[in-house]
């Protein structure tokens, strides 16, 4: 099982940053996938931004060129650093994972995995 906690949010400015960290824990072997999402009200989560093993890294669209994914391999951790905050960047935003760990039949799998998530409001 992978524990994912995340921290950073807050209320911040139009125009302004935030940088969101979320630290692994738990029972795993390596990430195949690292990422943020975001949700608000009445919509699908959708995907922010992630990064792969490999290291291939996706932004969506509304994000690229302002938002930022690092990994630290070595900590189990991914940030993401958020500049230029528009309004429409308020949201829940998760961490996510997918991750190979052992099933209950000690076959290794891949799984998924959120954190708690932690809100970002843009505002004045």
């Known amino acids: 099982q992978v524990q994912l906690v995340e921290s950073g949010g807050g209320l911040v400015q139009p125009g302004g940053s935030l940088r969101l960290s979320c630290a692994a824990s738990g029972r795993f072997f390596s990430f195949n996938i690292l990422g943020w999402y975001r949700q608000t009200p009445g919509k699908e989560r959708e995907l922010v931004a992630r990064?792969?093993?490999?290291?291939?890294?996706n932004y969506a669209d509304s994000v690229e060129g302002r938002f930022t994914i690092f990994r630290d391999s070595a900590k189990n951790t991914v940030a993401l650093q958020m500049n230029s905050l528009k309004s429409e960047d308020t949201a829940v935003y998760y961490c996510?994972?997918?991750?190979?760990?052992?099933?209950?039949?000690?076959?290794?799998?891949?799984?998924?995995?959120w954190g708690q998530g932690t809100q970002v409001t843009v505002s004045l």
């Open positions: 990064i792969t093993r490999a290291g291939t890294i």
């Open positions: 996510y994972c997918n991750a190979e760990v052992l099933d209950p039949f000690g076959e290794s799998a891949r799984r998924d995995y």
